[in-house]
């Protein structure tokens, strides 16, 4: 009987990860969170439509200001459902495992511990991925069917929405080797939400002038990527044309961004991903089992 290629292996493992995360109950969480985050959206946007329709109490220009406004607003409650997901998808990758015993049965074997971390963690990687193109594909057409707006760059959004995914559920496996599942899950969301609140906290200080505000989101967005890809999606969804003309003094507005990503902090955030998931082998391969 020939040997299993490392290669083999690790895409083996992926494809038992991925059949494993489409049957957990937290799939049917994220389908119930996205089918209702569409049909609220689908119902604030017909509304804006009416109101440039038949009030008339908006130019062209500001509703689709509006209107990709509100869309930064829904897709950022569908990246905290994508969070939610991974995160709490992650916990149980390696923890959960452990503590049930199933990884000493696997590990047990000639299979390397780095191989059944990566096929684990490309496993989640297609799952979490394929959610934000599903899920966001989606969002755009309810908004091209409510208001008639597409954002100038879709692939562009999704993809950088997709990298934010990656680095969060990253953090989570890197989490999984060293505490609880529910506890690596709470973890990963906590700092999810506190580098975006620190990012907005950022944007006023950079807004009022004050520097020493604006260096907190700066140092945030580079200790943990999240909310840098989150932004440079949110420039790649907003109307530019309508922000130009509209968008003076909105420098500190959340759901605002108005520079495009570097690609500096693009390779950065691929290498901090590197360096974590770095960090999660040589820890499952110092732990016990």
Same mark, same amino acid.
């Given at each position: 009987?020939?040997?299993?290629?490392?290669?083999?292996?690790?895409?083996?493992?992926?494809?038992?990860?991925?059949?494993?995360?489409?049957?957990?109950?937290?799939?049917?969480?994220?389908?119930?969170?996205?089918?209702?985050?569409?049909?609220?959206?689908?119902?604030?946007?017909?509304?804006?439509?009416?109101?440039?329709?038949?009030?008339?109490?908006?130019?062209?220009?500001?509703?689709?200001?509006?209107?990709?406004?509100?869309?930064?607003?829904?897709?950022?409650?569908?990246?905290?459902?994508?969070?939610?997901?991974?995160?709490?998808?992650?916990?149980?990758?390696?923890?959960?495992?452990?503590?049930?015993?199933?990884?000493?049965?696997?590990?047990?074997?000639?299979?390397?511990?780095?191989?059944?971390?990566?096929?684990?963690?490309?496993?989640?990687?297609?799952?979490?991925?394929?959610?934000?193109?599903?899920?966001?594909?989606?969002?755009?057409?309810?908004?091209?069917?409510?208001?008639?707006?597409?954002?100038?760059?879709?692939?562009?959004?999704?993809?950088?929405?997709?990298?934010?995914?990656?680095?969060?559920?990253?953090?989570?496996?890197?989490?999984?080797?060293?505490?609880?599942?529910?506890?690596?899950?709470?973890?990963?969301?906590?700092?999810?939400?506190?580098?975006?609140? $620190?990012?907005?906290?950022?944007?006023?200080?950079?807004?009022?002038?004050?520097?020493?505000?604006?260096?907190?989101?700066?140092?945030?967005?580079?200790?943990?990527?999240?909310?840098?890809?989150?932004?440079?999606?949110?420039?790649?969804?907003?109307?530019?044309?309508?922000? $130009?003309?509209?968008?003076?003094?909105?420098?500190?507005?959340?759901?605002?961004?108005?520079?495009?990503?570097?690609?500096?902090?693009?390779?950065?955030?691929?290498?901090?991903?590197?360096?974590?998931?770095?960090?999660?082998?040589?820890?499952?391969?110092?732990?016990?089992?």
């Amino acid at each position: 009987m020939s040997p299993v290629s490392p290669v083999g292996t690790v895409l083996t493992i992926a494809g038992l990860t991925l059949r494993e995360a489409s049957r957990r109950k937290v799939l049917w969480a994220l389908a119930g969170l996205t089918v209702a985050l569409l049909v609220l959206s689908a119902w604030g946007f017909s509304r804006v439509a009416a109101e440039s329709a038949e009030f008339v109490t908006l130019t062209s220009g500001q509703a689709r200001l509006v209107a990709s406004q509100l869309l930064n607003l829904v897709m950022f409650g569908m990246s905290l459902i994508a969070a939610l997901g991974t995160a709490f998808l992650a916990g149980p990758t390696l923890a959960g495992e452990t503590e049930s015993g199933i990884a000493l049965a696997v590990l047990a074997r000639p299979v390397r511990r780095s191989a059944v971390l990566l096929g684990k963690w490309l496993g989640l990687v297609a799952f979490g991925t394929g959610f934000v193109v599903i899920a966001g594909l989606a969002q755009f057409l309810v908004v091209l069917w409510t208001v008639d707006y597409w954002p100038p760059q879709p692939v562009a959004a999704l993809a950088l929405l997709a990298g934010q995914t990656v680095v969060l559920l990253t953090l989570g496996v890197l989490l999984s080797t060293v505490i609880s599942p529910m506890a690596s899950g709470v973890i990963a969301v906590g700092l999810f939400g506190a580098t975006w609140i $620190a990012g907005v906290v950022g944007g006023i200080g950079q807004a009022l002038g004050n520097d020493g505000v604006a260096r907190i989101g700066t140092i945030s967005r580079m200790l943990l990527p999240t909310d840098g890809l989150w932004r440079g999606a949110m420039h790649n969804l907003q109307d530019l044309s309508a922000l $130009a003309q509209f968008g003076q003094g909105m420098e500190g507005f959340p759901f605002l961004s108005e520079a495009p990503l570097t690609y500096g902090y693009l390779v950065w955030a691929g290498v901090w991903v590197a360096m974590v998931w770095g960090l999660a082998a040589v820890s499952l391969r110092r732990r016990d089992l």
